[in-house]
């Protein structure tokens, strides 16, 4: 410290500034983000809000897909297992008939968005992103397999003699995944939640898949 500058922190009112700024700089170079301009926060306050908000999403689809998982256990309780060679019997499609019944009665209000509520958003998010990614033609090749229904309906039968086109790896990667029994198909421009042991759809995303073109 230079001797003029000992003399201004001598004088009383002038060294309580000269300390009072000192105190600020020490606090500003210990918050890195207290230089952040405002729009700069606003954008990482923004983006840590949506973070949260698909988090929950996501983890509220997931508790609804458990919700029905087990009022379709509950429901399939009683009835027979289905064995290698039983199909054509008549057998699995007895049993599929009557879980299929049981759970239309136990879901008689259920309405679309029922299961995937707001997780949907993020749904549609991930299915356009990955036609983006593909490019035009190679999104189209991956929908030609998809069945053009007319829009599903909760609790309704897959159609019998509609293709089970398969979702793409790339997308399924990205979806929450689902427990034994359920899975996601295409119908149309849809994505359905199926149950494969009762071939119901049990809930649907609408317009999920992009309009695309060859």
Known sequence: MTRPFSKLLAIPAI????????????VIAGCPGAL?????????????ASTVDREDALKGFKQRVEGYVDLKKKLHADLPRPKPGDRGTGQVESTEDTL?????????????????GSAATYIKQIIQHDAQTRGIRDA???????????PPAVNAVYPEKAALATVPPLILVNLPRLPDGLEYRFMGRDMILRDRDANLIVDFVTGAVPVVKP
């Open 15 to 26: 060294g309580r500034q000269i300390s009072a700024i000192g105190s600020t700089l020490v």
């Open 36 to 48: 952040a301009s405002p729009s700069a926060q606003a954008s990482a306050s923004t983006a840590a």
């Open 100 to 116: 299929a019944a049981r759970i239309v009665a136990a879901r008689k209000g259920a309405r679309p968005g029922d299961i995937f």
């Open 140 to 150: 189209y090749a991956a929908m030609e397999e998809v069945p053009a229904q007319s």
